[in-house]
T-cell receptor, first 111, second 116 residues
Framework: QKEVEQNSGPLSVPEGAIASLNCTYS??????FFWYRQYSGKSPELIMS????GDKEDGRFTAQLNKASQYVSLLIRDSQPSDSATYLC???????????FGTGTRLQVTL | SAVISQKPSRDICQRGTSLTIQCQVD?????MFWYRQQPGQSLTLIAT?????????ESGFVIDKFPISRPNLTFSTLTVSNMSPEDSSIYLC?????????????FGSGTRLTVV
């Protein structure tokens, strides 16, 4: 069983729609959860972090965490073509601990 | 978040040679991490670089192949030794933070290595 699992996609959504990206993890000791966006040929860029159960909103992005179900998700509202990228889910057991990445979900926002 | 300067940004190297990649951080950080991203794949952790002690390597990675230095709290190097075409990848450094402050695991801009 992989430690962090994501659907590889591609996930295709029309412009203006909500994109929903999902991630599950196996280590119940995980405390910190991150979503990264990676454009082709670029390094990952942190877009959301979440540490507590519930929702965390930042602009068009909402991260959702459910530790009981070992599930974290990212919602992107009003999706734009510029959101087309690979989204990586990552978890760690602490602020100075190593990150474990999922395989990433490729998002395509269509016109 | 911390700002990381990574160099070189890319290089083309002959097989059998070595390349050293440098990362400089604008803040003191406890942990620095080195990742590899092979074409079309996600990030795989190579090792965690601790200041003042030997790096901790993940399964499948060894010190002889990927020696790491961490002379202070703002700098680290990763060397890819005796390179083969299979080492062609993007190499990334990252910082996590200190025990009291998270930098959200910022990444350097990456080093795109091609071995011919």
């Amino acid at each position: 069983q992989k430690e962090v699992e994501q659907n590889s996609g591609p996930l295709s959504v029309p412009e203006g729609a909500i994109a929903s990206l999902n991630c599950t993890y196996s280590d119940r000791g995980s405390q910190s959860f991150f979503w990264y966006r990676q454009y082709s040929g670029k390094s990952p860029e942190l877009i959301m972090s979440i540490y507590s159960n519930g929702d965390k909103e930042d602009g068009r992005f909402t991260a959702q965490l459910n530790k009981a179900s070992q599930y974290v998700s990212l919602l992107i509202r009003d999706s734009q073509p510029s959101d087309s990228a690979t989204y990586l889910c990552a978890v760690s057991t602490g602020t100075a601990s190593k990150l474990t990445f999922g395989t990433g979900t490729r998002l395509q926002v269509t016109l | 978040s911390a700002v990381i300067s990574q160099k070189p940004s890319r290089d083309i190297c002959q097989r059998g040679t070595s390349l050293t990649i440098q990362c400089q951080v604008d803040s003191q950080v406890t942990m620095m991490f080195w990742y590899r991203q092979q074409p079309g794949q996600s990030l795989t952790l190579i090792a965690t670089a601790n200041q003042g002690s030997e790096a901790t390597y993940e399964s499948g990675f060894v010190i002889d192949k990927f020696p790491i230095s961490r002379p202070n709290l703002t700098f680290s190097t990763l060397t890819v030794s005796n390179m083969s075409p299979e080492d062609s990848s993007i190499y990334l450094c990252s910082v996590g933070g200190t025990a009291s402050r998270s930098y959200g695991y910022t990444f350097g801009s990456g080093t795109r290595l091609t071995v011919v």
